[in-house]
């Protein structure tokens, strides 16, 4: 009796209030990724990758939960670059100008006006309204850095590389394979129609071949749902520790 008193009440207090109450252990999957990170892995992040870190707004918000944790920032795009070096001025706080993809190469792009770096790309430079403003761009791989720099393992690897998502992935295949990175969170398409965007099942079937399981999405862009743009970040964790994510019933 008692609880279902409590359950109705709970119900008059959403529709009086519109707002809707979760413990920060009990939020679920897609909610809020810092807090996922705090409270629903059995495991410290102690070691993030935030390739694509454009002006570091995800590793400074992260780092407000994770606040002892290294982290390594990867930003190509010189006038960005110096944004995110600003940014995050903490000891702990590694930034590399560099982009990560499948292979070594130098690549030449045309770089967006400062106010539109978030849509910076390796892989739609051309779209670009500034036609002025070509610069090249350095690229290494992911497996390379990790040796060059005895990196022994990444709790997390964040990607946003606006479509060049997936050779980041494949050039961190040799990394993957040996599970030597737990999470990862990476920016996709989800529909066909978008090309700005990986598709999400191609993302999906890289990384279950490799004994990543997918968990879920994050930030889904619903804001328009346009099919063209339509994009959200897809969470995968690898099978060795898919044990270690807190479940509840």
């Known amino acids: 009796m008692l609880k279902h008193l409590l359950k109705s009440g709970k119900k008059w207090i959403v529709s009086q209030s519109k707002l809707w109450f979760y413990s ?27 390739v694509g870190a454009n002006q ?17 920032c990867f930003e190509p795009f010189p006038g960005t670059f110096d944004k995110l070096k600003g940014n995050l001025l903490k000891s702990n706080f590694h930034h590399f100008q560099l982009a990560l993809g499948d292979k070594e190469e130098t690549i030449w792009v045309f770089q967006n006006e400062e106010n539109q770096s978030d849509t910076n790309s390796l892989t739609h430079s051309n779209d670009s309204k500034n036609k002025l403003n070509k610069i090249s761009i350095q690229v290494n791989t992911l497996d390379k850095f990790i040796e060059e720099h005895t990196i022994e393992s990444i709790d997390l690897l964040k990607i946003d590389t606006e479509g060049f998502d997936l050779k ?38 890289y990384l279950n071949s490799l004994d990543y399981v997918f968990v879920g999405f994050f930030q889904t862009d619903i804001r328009k749902i ?14 060795s520790v898919s044990n270690q994510i807190k479940t509840f019933l």
């Open 226 to 239: 346009n099919r063209k743009i339509h994009f959200s970040n897809a969470l995968f964790v690898h099978d």
């Open 168 to 205: 980041v992935l494949k050039g961190s295949e040799k990394s993957l394979t040996k599970g030597l990175i737990k999470l990862i969170y990476v920016e996709c398409g989800l529909d066909p129609i978008n090309t700005y965007h990986v598709f999400f099942p191609e993302i999906l079937s």
């Open 24 to 50: 920060a252990p009990k939020l679920p999957v897609g909610t809020h990724f810092p807090l996922f990170t705090s409270h629903r892995l059995k495991f410290d992040i102690k070691m993030v990758f935030d």
């Open 56 to 72: 570091g707004h995800f590793s400074k918000q992260l780092h407000q939960y994770h606040p002892k944790t290294e982290f390594y």
